[in-house]
């Protein structure tokens, strides 16, 4: 009997369109969206406004397209040689059987996110108002002493501290340790900052740090440490980097400097200059108080002409001397009265002889004489009126003298110890030493007791 052949199975034959189209199912929905990270390289842009690209790393690359709904959305321009980080999903191209990857969304990757970051978080910052140019705080011309922000251990506290020394040495410097790079320097800076301002040891702070990369200086660039520049008390200098970084703390700052050292030259006058300064203001103090002593000895030197001419002997003198010359002046009047009257007589006896009247002669003889006498009695009359008012003048003088006081039995005491004229017997103690000045002499005497006046 003949056995039957085995049957054999039906084989599946697949067309090339039939297996790229399972092929692009199983990539699409065997696999969700993922995130990928490369660098673009042969970057197309057709009319259609899709982008089409490769990724790539250092050992492999894959085909990458961004329709143009996608890329509308894109927050940079896409070039080649651009390190990005991409949300994609694994898919097939079925006309030529190519595996690719379609973009959904796509973002610089490393320093251009940190340059994105640091754009918005700038422009919500400037917004509030907090880098506004009227916030900003002077720094004093001479401050009593220097807070610097820092790194203890990095090269910025040591190039800060040199030039601080170089240009003003006598300012004290207080440093407040402090990270100024990795994750926890944000938190460190503004705990720093705050210690700072609770404590008020310091007129103005430099934060500083030195040259580093974008993420290296990333901690200046935190939102928290702008607003706790902003909130201090305190002026603050920033100087971080080299002179072409900038960061937000140095919009916060009050002042930022290029550089660490340049900081420290901020903060700090030249000495140099403050010397010269203070030369010259002590020259013109010297000037001053010269002018000022001369002015004053001029001053003294008339207080004294003055408290010379109001001295009471001299007063005395002065209304003696006008007695003495009122004297005279009436002798010298009474004098020249005499003499026109004698002329006067001589001319009428001149007449007279000239017309020999005898008795008329003897009349005006007899006249004559009794006008002598009178005028000489007249004179003398004049004369002891005004010696009378001399002495009148004299014991009126004499009364108001304090030497008149004194012959009237009064004494005037002043105690040894400090020459002090006693008015009042409260002044003096048992047993003090004093002087009683008498109108002739002087007495020494000793205090036994006291009794207090009316």
């Known amino acids: 009997m003949a056995v039957p052949p085995a049957a054999v199975p039906a084989r599946e034959v697949y067309t090339v369109s039939r297996l790229n189209r399972e092929v692009k199912l199983l990539l699409e929905h065997g696999l969700p969206l993922v995130w990928i990270e490369g660098e673009i390289s042969n970057l197309a842009r057709p009319r259609s406004g899709h982008l089409y690209f490769t990724l790539k790393d250092e ?64 422009r919500r910052l400037q917004a509030e108002g907090l880098f506004d140019a009227a916030r900003k705080r002077p720094l004093p011309r001479l401050p009593r002493r220097i807070g610097v922000v820092t790194s203890p251990t990095g090269a910025a506290v040591r190039d800060i501290l040199h030039v601080l020394r170089r240009r003003f040495a006598a300012i004290p410097v207080l440093v407040y340790p402090t990270s100024v790079q990795g994750e926890a320097a944000a938190g460190e800076i503004v705990a720093a900052l705050r210690r700072a ?55 916060a700052a009050d002042v930022r400097a290029p550089t660490p050292s340049a900081a420290a030259e901020t903060v700090t006058p030249e000495a140099g200059e403050w010397l010269a300064r203070l030369e010259a203001l002590e020259r013109r103090l010297a000037t001053e108080i010269a002018r000022t002593l001369e002015a004053r000895a001029q001053r003294v030197d008339w207080l004294e002409r003055r408290l010379a001419r109001e001295h009471p002997g001299a007063r005395l003198q002065r209304v003696g001397e006008r007695v003495l010359a009122l004297h005279d002046r009436a002798l010298r009047a009474q004098t020249a009265r005499l003499a026109a009257l004698g002329h006067r007589v001589e001319r009428a006896a001149t007449a007279l002889a000239a017309h020999h009247p005898g008795e008329r002669v003897a009349a005006l003889g007899e006249r004559l004489t009794q006008l002598r006498h009178r005028l000489g009695r007249a004179g003398e009359a004049r004369l002891e009126r005004a010696a009378q008012r001399l002495g009148a003048a004299g014991r009126a003088l004499h009364a108001v003298s304090p030497l008149a006081t004194l012959d009237r039995g009064y004494a005037i005491v002043t105690r040894e110890a400090d020459g002090r ?26 205090v036994e007791g006291s009794e207090p006046g009316p």
């Open 59 to 122: 050992q492999a690359q894959v085909r990458c397209a961004m329709f143009r709904g996608r890329n509308r959305l894109l927050g940079f321009e896409p070039a080649d040689g651009m390190h990005v980080l991409a949300r994609v999903r694994v898919s097939l191209y079925e006309p030529r059987g190519e595996y690719q990857l379609v973009v959904e969304h796509m973002e610089e990757a490393g320093d251009g996110a940190l340059r994105r970051a640091f754009e918005a978080l700038k």
């Open 197 to 251: 301002a609770e404590r008020r040891e310091c007129d103005v702070l430099i934060l500083a740090r030195g040259g580093g990369s974008l993420e290296d200086l990333w901690p200046f660039n935190e939102e928290a440490v702008a607003r706790a520049i902003a909130a201090s008390p305190i002026p603050v200098v920033t100087g971080v980097g080299h002179e072409v970084d900038f960061t937000i703390a140095d919009f």
């Open 421 to 446: 004229i006693l008015r009042d017997a409260a002044e003096a103690r048992p047993g003090d030493a004093v002087t009683a000045r008498l109108a002739r002499g002087r007495l020494r005497c000793r």
